[in-house]
């Protein structure tokens, strides 16, 4: 198994362009979610899903979307960059929630917004 | 709403113990933990769930106390390797949120 794979590993954008973070998983986990952590701040939840097609909203949603077409892949996409959404974006993926699964992590992808 | 961790930042010599505590305001199914070294991505460490058993991973253990929504990470005896910022996430009924971290420095 691969786990939780994510690309780019690091991107540089410019103030209004858009672009997608892939994150896929290979586990058959339902459950998959993006954090973003900024210095100080931990990891605060941007959007989250429990299956396919059943997305909803975290902490920090505003300048993001995402859809779950498929069991394996979560993108996020940005849809017009600003220098705030610059960042580390984590996705992590788990059984299910709710009921005490591990959450396992991609590696990140390092985000900066010029 | 994140849940609240404290203390912020710890430095201790290697060999000393530390706790690292975490509360929330909201009904909680399980608290986790987690630890990341600079540059990676966050490793679990371990799971307590609601109505479980105090855990432990190597010389590293924690408690649940439900009534209190809170969680509290015990390092004994501390090794240079327990360095990292350490995570505790609250898990609800569908969302898993994360502290803001402590960071751990343990020195020689």
């Known amino acids: 198994n691969a786990g939780v794979t994510q690309t780019p590993k690091f991107q540089v954008l410019k103030t209004g362009q858009s672009m997608t973070l892939q994150c896929a998983q290979d586990m058959n986990h339902e459950y998959m979610s993006w954090y973003r952590q900024d210095p100080g701040m931990g990891l605060r939840l941007i959007h989250y899903s429990v299956g396919a097609g059943i997305t909803d909203q975290g902490e920090v949603p505003n300048g993001y979307n995402v859809s779950r077409s498929t069991t394996e892949d979560f993108p996020l996409r940005l849809l017009s960059a600003a220098p705030s959404q610059t960042s580390v974006y984590f996705c992590?993926?788990?059984?299910?929630?709710?009921?005490?699964?591990?959450?396992?992590f991609g590696p990140g992808t390092r985000l900066l917004v010029l | 709403q994140q849940p609240v961790q404290s203390p912020q930042a710890v430095i201790l010599r290697e060999g000393e113990d530390a706790v690292i505590n975490c509360s929330s305001s909201?009904?909680?199914?399980?608290v986790h933990w987690y630890r990341q070294k600079h540059g990676e991505a966050p490793v679990f460490l371990m799971i307590?769930?609601?109505?479980?058993e105090q855990m432990r991973h190597e010389k590293i253990s924690a408690s649940f106390n439900e009534k209190k929504q809170q969680s509290s990470l015990y390092l004994t005896a501390s090794q240079l390797s327990y360095s990292g910022t350490y995570f505790c996430?609250?898990?609800?009924?569908?969302?898993?949120?994360f502290g803001a971290g402590t960071r751990l420095t343990v020195k020689p």
């Open positions: 996430g609250t898990e609800g009924n569908n969302d898993m949120r």
């Open positions: 909201k009904a909680l199914y399980s």
């Open positions: 992590a993926s788990s059984l299910t929630t709710g009921k005490g699964e591990t959450q396992y």
């Open positions: 307590l769930l609601k109505g479980g």
